[in-house]
């Protein structure tokens, strides 16, 4: 198992030496490793098992540092970052030589945020290269929203883990592409549609869900439990007894499961506070051994409550 800590310096050391430290952001937590070193971007998709044609975002803590790495920002992109970083928004720029191939699946555009995570800033601070770092989970599993998740999964291929507490957000970043100076979301995410509607007028969403993606990492079916899952309205074709089944629910428990077996994501029906809990509600009844398959409901399709949805529509996919 790794060590779980706050100790800023052996992060510091560990990265520097070409290894990988998962830290702690307001999104989820991270795999990181130094994105300037080939080698060390090497051992984060073998960590994570994961296929290479899926590119890595990049974190930043200032955009001196950004600088180093990528073309000038759009117009749009610059106002979306004055509004919205540090915090869980990733842009689409187009990258300098200095960012392997690796980290960016061949494409010519480098995914990058500013996270706003107080600790995983002072590491990065502290550093002379940015972060890459995908979620610290398993390639296609539930994104860990803790340092124990993360211990669960990836401990044994890891030394170091940055304790930061549970993640504030839950849901990870929204990332918006600017493809001829075209804003248009890839992912949705920890900010809303609706507020980056509000700087920078419409934008076109296009997280399709897909085997096939032609923007790597959107595919169909990610954040998957191990047990199956489905969605309530699919539970009229189980001619099996589902009294064993878990529920996870938006804001009200539902009579044909053992209440034990059901977790709320936000009883007062709040869209942040469901999105904070929401991979930590798969997990626990992913690891609930009462229980064999795992229901789930949709929330309501604004704020928040769309990026929810998306995760709960592609851990349902096939
Ligand atoms: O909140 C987050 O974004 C978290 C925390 C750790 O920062 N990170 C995260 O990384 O969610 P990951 O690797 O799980 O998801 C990154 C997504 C992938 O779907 C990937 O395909 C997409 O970003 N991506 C990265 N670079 C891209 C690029 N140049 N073009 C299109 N998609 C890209
Ligand atoms: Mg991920």
Redesign the pocket.
Known sequence: MATIGIDINIAKTILEEGNLVAIP?E????LAGNAFNVDAVAKIFKAKNRPTF????V?VDSFERLSEFTEELPAKAAQLTAAFWPG?L?I?LKKKAIISDLV??G?D???V?M?RHALTRELLKSLDFPLA????NPFGYI?PTSAQHVNQQLGDKIEYILDGGECGVGL??T?V?FENEVPKI??L??ISTEEIEAVIGKVEVNSHSSSQ?Q????LKSHYAPKKRILMIDALERVTEDFSTYGYLGFNVFDRRFKLENQILLSESENLNEAAKNLFGGLRALDQNPNINAIVVTFVPEKGLGRAINDRLRRATAK
């Open positions: 952001t999104t989820v937590y991270g899926d590119p890595l975002i974190h869980p990733t689409l960016t699946a494409l555009t480098v995914a945020r996270p770092a995908p979620s610290a994104s990870e970043s990332i592409s890839l992912r995410g920890g993606p923007a790597p990492g959107m």
